[in-house]
């Protein structure tokens, strides 16, 4: 698993209030992960951190 100290605060909050997609993040690859929260760091507000996290399994 990813270091949290790699992973957004924000990101890490939307995830917690969401466990399905937190589970189906965990089992992506390093490489997906990494993609994930790169996008993740562009992200500039709560609402938008909340779009993005819902729309990562869509």
Same mark, same amino acid.
């Given at each position: 698993?990813?270091?949290?100290?790699? %992973?957004?605060?924000?990101?890490?909050?939307?995830?917690?209030?969401?466990?399905?997609? %937190?589970?189906?993040?965990?089992? %992506?690859?390093?490489?997906?992960?990494?993609? !994930?929260?790169?996008?993740?760091?562009? !992200?500039?507000?709560?609402?938008?951190?909340?779009?993005? !996290?819902?729309?990562?399994?869509?």
């Amino acid at each position: 698993m990813i270091d949290n100290e790699e %992973l957004p605060i924000g990101f890490t909050m939307e995830l917690a209030m969401h466990s399905d997609i %937190l589970n189906r993040f965990s089992q %992506l690859s390093k490489s997906e992960q990494s993609s !994930v929260i790169d996008g993740a760091r562009n !992200v500039n507000s709560k609402n938008e951190m909340r779009d993005y !996290v819902e729309s990562i399994f869509r």
